[in-house]
């Protein structure tokens, strides 16, 4: 009888076997008038078409899951945050613009190293081995949130302190000459008699005081972290530009040299860790201990951006160099040619 019910009643989304929603939090359950919500108060089963619990009375409107707004039962976007219920936990997919093609690499090497101590005269010496074209996946998380916070913020005072303070002395039998914390008087001794006094010194003394705090919020977050791992390309880091293209489906190779990166993890569980990383990032910047943490998410957003990386071997005079370039914005890090190797090469 479960499996008659595949999508959630309330948002629309994908249904599993426990009858409970992943995405809106609804419990579905049969009655005596067919299928129903079951109330998260009291666990009663209602009628779709109620807008209050039959035995207690909540309300059974549904309750978005980021902004816990209250939507009609039925909705397909948040009234508030705009979020789509039954997707918005999967990522969309991108395409970063390569700006940097397969022609223009032996230009691009030779203008690189020229801005170097490289001798133009040279540049006939580069020879361009072998290039590979890497479409890497990353995974971009961008939200606003909003809410409020409870805790303590930690402000540092200072108070002043008189202390006991000891100050040698040594004097020289030899040129009766004292040398105090003051300075040195520049005379060499050679049988320096210890001594010293206590003196009272004031000095300036930290302490913290504790403040309670209770404010509101709103920041604005956005994380990209690698969605791959691959030992021939994990050593190169890129950072997704601001220009993609929005793709439906995986980038398809069209070279020998063209290679596809395919994602390794699953966006709904890269979803839950960007969420901890918000919490956690919110914890250590509003206040120094926090007690109470509300959080309320606006568009959160989760993309795979496949971003272009070129990995290039090229020899110059009888020695082989390796560079890479971000293919997405042009620039190329890796090794150059030395003075020494074009003098000495």
Same mark, same amino acid.
């Given at each position: ?79 508030? =945050? ?224 496949? =971003? ?38």
């Amino acid at each position: 009888m479960a499996l008659e019910i595949k999508n959630c009643l309330a948002c629309g989304a994908n249904l599993g076997g426990d009858l409970c929603c992943d995405y809106c939090g609804s419990t579905h359950m049969f009655t005596d008038n067919g299928p129903g919500l079951g109330c998260r108060n009291c666990g009663s089963g209602n009628l779709l078409t109620a807008s209050n619990c039959n035995q207690c009375g909540t309300s059974l409107l549904l309750d978005c899951p980021e902004c816990h707004a209250k939507n009609p039962k039925g909705s397909r976007f948040c009234s508030e =945050c705009k979020i789509e219920f039954r997707s918005y936990r999967h990522a969309t997919l991108h395409q970063a613009n390569l700006v940097v093609p397969h022609n223009k690499l032996d230009e691009k090497i030779k203008a690189w190293l020229g801005k170097g101590w490289f001798r133009a005269r040279d540049s006939n010496k580069i020879v361009l081995m072998d290039s590979q074209l890497y479409w890497v996946p990353m995974w971009v998380f961008t939200t606003e949130v909003h809410g409020s916070v409870q805790g303590q913020n930690a402000q540092t005072h200072f108070k002043t302190e008189t202390q006991r303070k000891w100050i040698p002395e040594e004097v020289d039998d030899s040129f009766n000459v004292s040398i105090t914390q003051e300075g040195w008087d520049g005379y060499t001794h050679k049988k320096p008699k210890k001594g010293g006094k206590w003196v009272d010194e004031v000095v300036s003394v930290p302490y913290t005081v504790w403040q309670d705090v209770s404010k509101d919020y709103e920041e604005t977050f956005y994380f990209h972290e690698k969605a791959y791992n691959r030992k021939d390309v994990n050593k190169y880091l890129v950072t997704p530009g601001s220009k993609m293209k929005d793709i439906t489906e995986l980038p398809q190779s069209s070279a020998d040299w063209e290679h596809i990166v395919s994602p390794q993890y699953q966006d709904r569980d890269v979803f839950g860790d960007f969420r901890k990383k918000v919490e956690s990032s919110l914890k250590l910047k509003l206040l120094t201990k926090v007690e109470l943490l509300k959080v309320r998410y606006k568009n959160p957003r989760l993309k795979i951006v496949f =971003c272009p990386i070129w990995t290039i071997i090229y020899r110059y005079k009888r020695k082989r160099k390796r560079c890479w370039i971000d293919g997405s914005k042009g620039t190329i890090h890796g090794q150059s040619v030395s003075i020494l190797s074009q003098l000495f090469g």
